[in-house]
């Protein structure tokens, strides 16, 4: 009894994982064309060649705003003393 139990279910998952891959929209021609989808080019996806983007964009304005702070010599508390040396 207990057998038969576990037995069912697994039955009936196995014939709806047989039924489902079967049902697949994508032709053989399609995969045939594009044996990596996944890949925008020969090495990375497309959302690693956004991400490598972003990366630089952001890099880019942060190098900026410290050379900013170089330019206008805020980069450094002064070194000047308020009071006068002999």
């Known amino acids: 009894?207990?057998?038969v139990r576990f037995l069912i279910p697994c039955l009936l998952m196995a014939s709806m994982?047989?039924?489902v891959g079967c049902s697949s929209k994508t032709?053989?021609?399609h995969i045939r064309n594009n044996y990596t989808p996944e890949l925008y080019s020969q090495v990375e996806s497309h959302e690693k060649?956004?991400?490598d983007g972003h990366y630089a964009v952001n890099h880019a304005?942060?190098?900026m705003r410290?050379?900013?702070q170089r330019i206008l010599f805020r980069d450094?508390?002064?070194r000047l003393t308020?009071?006068?040396v002999p």
Do not use: F, G
């Open 1 to 3: 009894m207990r057998a």
């Open 66 to 68: 410290d050379d900013w």
């Open 17 to 19: 994982l047989v039924l």
């Open 76 to 78: 450094k508390p002064t």
């Open 61 to 63: 304005w942060r190098t």
């Open 49 to 51: 060649h956004l991400n």
């Open 82 to 84: 308020p009071i006068p």
């Open 27 to 29: 032709s053989s021609r």
